[in-house]
DNA sequence: TCGTAAGGTGACGCCAGCGTCACGTCGAGC
DNA sequence: GCTCGACGTGACGCTGGCGTCACCTTACGA
């Protein structure tokens, strides 16, 4: 045995996972300033110093990777959001830790978010409704089972996801904007703005 | 004089016209359709009658060609919703006349929206914060001197104004996949949200 | 009716990305 | 230490987009 590496692996299955995490950094850097459209394989390969024939041993093509790229990012943010959701105790909890956890994100992580938002066009194409949009469909099914217990007035659950989403999308372009970024002074704002949007459809809907 | 066709101009004058209308065209739904990044000269071309190099008689590159696209559609609605803004005489007005104006726009002209929305990323890359970017802007400043004739409680107005927006393009989508879309539903969903956001704001700005 | 030139045409040369593959290297296992 | 095969390598053939240009059609004006 000559292991070496200090984990336990041998040479050739660590520069394996290394060449794979070399390739998808790179991919995540070039997606997020080309976009994906005009990215090019080769451009990823560039920013690595691996050969252009590796790349192929690794993923089948350039579709491929860029779901890989997504997945390591949004999957963990959905999960998380949702994640922090269900904790609520309140309506009040339950749209600012959702925030909360969004925010936080975008702070922590600004390139996946630029990733994300760059590409956000094509994610939508392509995926149909995936990442953002079932993070969407998810709030959506939160809001309606809300509704049912009665925390969360009667309201069009779709309208309200996509408003608390959209809202979310760009308050966040804007807080990572300035610096440093505020990540609880966003989320009590968002927080805010959404509760009283609530507040105001139930009781609108009370009069009619 | 052989002039001939119905308007004043003459053939010449005509298909001039006629071509970059055609180019303009295709290269609308072909934006909207692959997106920027991917889409190609040839691709527009392709949907049209003309050969390819009759496209660099009429545009230099893709780019230009992106430009004029965007320029037709996104100018317009900008100044559309900024005027219907401006002759609001109340909160209540101003903040629905811009969504009625906007969710109009979407139901009216679907594929410019998909255009828009296919290519968010791109165009807020390339013009940085313009078309989208812009009406936040704008809609800002309109917040700001609302604030100061105090209609509007005093808020962070960049962070409304991202709300909104936001708030606008996701109920957008969701209003453009109902069918028919309801744009006066989908007007007084998103006005009622954000009168109620605006006077939560104003309520917890005061009790501290 | 005729000369002129505006402007459409598409083949062309160039370039860059694609995916492959024959070769070489080097770690793994004995 | 030696063999073996996994895997990195980069040149290669191919494809398709780019922008140009010599040619031709035809509207225009006299």
Redesign the interface.
Known sequence: MSVAADSGLGRREATKLANRAAIISAARRVFAE??????TVRDVVRRTDLASGTFYNYFPDKESLFRVVLEESAVEVRARVRAARRQAQSLEEFVAAGYREYFGFLASDPEAFELM??????I??MFDEPIFGAG?EELAADLRAAIAVGIVPEL?A???A??M???????G???VRREPPDVEG?TR??T??????????G??RRAS
Chains 1, 2 share one sequence.
């Not at 805010?192 to 459809?201: F, I």
């Open positions: 080309m976009g994906y459209g005009s990215a938002r760059r590409n956000s066009g094509t939508r194409a969407v069009d779709e309208y309200m996509a408003a989403v959209g809202a979310a999308l760009e308050v372009v804007t807080m966003a704002f968002a805010t703005v959404l509760l009283g949007g609530m507040e105001r459809l009781r609108e």
